[in-house]
């Protein structure tokens, strides 16, 4: 055991020596290396990528309490965007087959705030979509977007915006009413003679002026909830359409990382077997 360890060691300080003695062969593997992996990425061709940003819904309780849902998580909108009925909508509105677009549709978590760790509903959701041609490629996009943004909205929230909506009906129709009695109510004030009618109607009056200011601060109240729901428990799409950008299929700095790391090693190899050869042929 003690001389293969002995024997290795050797065959590695050659192997340095070897390639120390020839390093210009090993130079030239990397530069070589460097500019097929360079001109590789150039072949790849160029593609368009288009995203869209999506803050997801959070729904929240009557009490106020925000209500866990898996459509919301990151995950789950993912599965949902790479789902076949949202690729089906996607490549039908930008007029390609769901296979061209299968494979190019990806999510990327993007964290709100000043810290690494964003609050509960504090992520955006990016979904991005890459093609060859810029148009198709923003269309699958806001497809893609409009399909969570649609599907994310759970039948509680909608459920719950409908009872909003109409006690804000409601009230505007009660607070009509109240206001044509508080005139018909003042005109008769401003009529009668009669000191206790008048007391009658001033009282009447001034209940109906009670009841509009308690109406009018329920339909402040309901209004803001109304607000909140659309504006926070509906899935919003950030920062408008899709616009394409233009990049290459593959990672120009990337290739031409690899293809040095590999025309090292074959250099390396090269000058080995080269130094081999020649003190072979040296001996001989």
């Not at 309490?65 to 965007?81: E, F, K, R, T």
Request: proline share 2%; charged share 15%.
């Amino acid at each position: 055991m003690t001389d293969l360890a002995a024997e290795r060691e050797i065959d590695l300080g050659r192997w340095k020596e070897s390639a120390a003695e020839r390093w210009w062969i090993v130079a030239a593997g990397l530069v070589v290396g460097a500019v097929i992996g360079g001109l590789l990425a150039l072949s790849g061709g160029s593609v368009w990528q288009a995203s869209v940003l999506i803050s997801p819904g959070q729904a929240f309780s009557p009490s106020g309490a925000p209500v866990l849902n898996y459509l919301s998580s990151p995950l789950g909108i993912q599965d949902l965007v790479t789902s076949q009925n949202a690729l089906q909508a996607g490549a039908k509105a930008a007029h390609i087959g769901v296979d061209s677009l299968r494979g190019n549709v990806s999510t990327e978590s993007v964290l709100t705030g000043v810290t690494n760790t964003a609050a509960r509903g504090a992520a955006l959701i990016k979904i991005t979509v890459q093609l060859h041609q810029p148009k198709k490629a923003e269309q699958a996009a806001d497809a893609l977007g409009a399909y969570v943004m649609r599907t994310t909205t759970s039948k509680y929230v909608r459920t719950s915006v409908g009872v909003v909506q109409n006690s804000i009906k409601n009230d505007e129709l009660q607070l009509n009413s109240l206001a044509r009695q508080v005139v018909e109510l003042n005109k008769a004030i401003a009529k009668t003679t009669d000191p206790l009618t008048r007391i009658v109607l001033v009282s009447e009056a001034n209940n109906a002026a009670t009841r509009q200011a308690s109406i009018s601060n329920n339909l402040a109240l309901a209004k803001q909830q109304l607000s909140l729901a659309q504006s926070v428990e509906f899935a919003q799409q950030i920062g408008g359409a899709a616009s394409a950008t233009k990049s290459t299929a593959r990672s120009r700095r990337n290739s031409i990382i690899v293809g040095a790391v590999i025309g090292l090693i074959v250099g390396a190899i090269v000058a080995i077997v080269a130094d081999r050869r020649a003190r072979r042929a040296r001996a001989a």
